[in-house]
């Protein structure tokens, strides 16, 4: 069938159009920021999400990888571990952060890290270690005797894109220090696992990682010296994390809407939510509280275990707080020093990433105030703000390709239509 010279001018202009609005919406989902692909460390960095292995040639283990690039925003997590024929355990040791731009072009990237677990007994009953005689024991936990990972995966909750993945620790060795004396080992135990689960989603503007743990229950208690402890019982449990934040502009951290500042902070403040901003314009939220999961074993045959709904409660922590027992570094950053290279991951211009607890702006304690050794859950959510109040459309999905391709059909027919009755 053959189409006159007006005809094939429709149906020319109409391609032309389709392209170009195809690439013009595939430019808005994707954003103003592509990755860098050939200097990355991270392998498919272009990519909607992935993961996999990295293996760096100055250290021994392996560091499993997830990789999400959505909506103008990036997120990475880092898991050490080491293979079955390694002659070691597997190092416990990870971290996410995330990496966005904000609307005047800023890009901010801000990591978060698990560093130290600590036992305490709330003896005022606010929830929180308070004083320094309420923390007891320091545990310091840095090998397990196996792992297993859910590789990411995309699912639509609500027609929102979710990417979720987790990572395990299974039993996880560990060993108690007094927090009075500071020298020696009190106990060694294991916990039963150590899980972290990450539920990331882009809702218009707002990013929402959502990251889950779940702290198995304590087994193989060996108590060295029953002098300075004999049980769990009545006890509570902290999780201390530091981040790090990074970004070409001056930034400042907040408390409960107040300035708060670790690094140059007198002492520890109960917090609700923590903020952060770069230029005095909202980047960032850490969002505390909330209830955990607890799993309490019944003391007889008669009674079988119960699950119980406790309130969790969490602190800003002054550095000048902290003992030097946790030494001059973030072990879980300072893990990761070669994969964490800002300038191969987001190009431009920036800083090496510091590991000193110095250098951190918010250090922060998650509280269970209920604990006693026994396993518990727990989902503690950061909210980033992605272009502030500038509506983001997702990455490119269907509806993309068949709204262009409904529109162009219609011009078609109308122009085709009119050619068709107007034609001599």
């Known amino acids: 069938m053959s189409h006159s010279p007006t005809q094939l001018f429709a149906l020319t202009t109409i391609a032309l159009l389709l392209s170009a609005i195809v690439l013009a919406l595939s430019s808005a989902a994707s954003g103003q920021f592509n990755p860098v692909n050939a200097s990355s460390t991270i392998p498919l960095s272009d990519q909607e999400y992935a993961n ?3 293996v760096s040639n100055n250290a021994p283990f392996k560091v499993w990888y997830m990789w999400v690039n959505v909506s103008n925003t990036q997120v990475l997590y880092y898991a050490a571990y080491t293979t079955p024929d390694y002659p070691f355990p597997v190092p416990i040791a990870n971290i996410v952060g995330q990496h966005f731009i904000l609307e005047d072009g800023t890009q901010i990237f801000i990591a978060s890290a698990l560093s130290e677990l600590e036992v305490y007994r709330d003896l005022n009953s606010d929830g929180t270690p308070s004083g320094d005689n309420e923390v007891l024991y320091y545990i310091y936990s840095n090998m397990s005797q196996g792992y297993s990972m859910t590789p990411i995966q995309k699912t639509i909750v ?3 894109p979710h990417y979720q993945w987790s990572f395990t620790y299974q039993n996880a060795y560990a060993y108690l220090q007094n927090a009075q004396a500071r020298v020696g080992v009190v106990a060694r135990m294991f916990f039963e696992h150590l899980t972290l689960n990450y539920d990331f989603s882009v809702n218009g503007n707002v990013s929402d990682l959502k990251t889950s743990f779940d702290i198995g229950k304590v087994t193989n208690l060996e108590v060295l010296e029953p002098s300075e402890f004999s049980s769990f019982d009545g006890s509570s449990l902290a999780l201390l994390y530091a981040t790090a934040t990074y970004t070409s502009k001056p930034y400042s951290t907040s408390v409960n809407g107040q300035p708060y500042d670790s690094s140059t902070a007198d002492s520890a403040v109960e917090a609700d939510v923590a903020e952060v901003k770069v230029d005095d314009v909202k980047a960032y939220d850490f969002l505390f509280g909330g209830n955990y999961t607890l799993y309490r074993e019944g003391t007889n045959e008669t009674h079988g275990s119960s699950v119980e ?10 550095v000048a707080g902290l003992p030097t027992i946790y030494g001059s570094t973030v072990r879980s950053i300072s893990f990761f020093a070669d994969y964490l290279k800002l300038a ?3 190009d431009g211009s920036w800083p090496s990433v ?3 607890y110095e250098s951190s702006s918010l250090i922060y304690r998650i509280c269970f105030p209920e604990w006693n050794g026994m396993q518990i859950e727990h989902d503690p959510t950061f909210l980033g703000y992605i272009y502030n109040n500038q509506q983001i459309p997702e990455v490119p999905t269907i509806a993309l390709i ?3 391709l409904i529109i162009a059909g ?3 027919v109308i122009l085709l239509r009119k050619h068709r009755f107007t034609k001599p």
Request: aromatic share 4%; proline share 4%; net charge negative.
């Open 52 to 54: 996999g292995t990295l």
């Open 158 to 160: 609500d027609s929102v």
């Open 309 to 318: 709904t406790c309130e969790a409660q969490a602190q800003a922590v002054a």
């Open 344 to 346: 191969d991951l987001f």
């Open 354 to 356: 510091n590991s000193n």
């Open 402 to 404: 068949i709204i262009p």
């Open 410 to 412: 219609a011009l078609a």
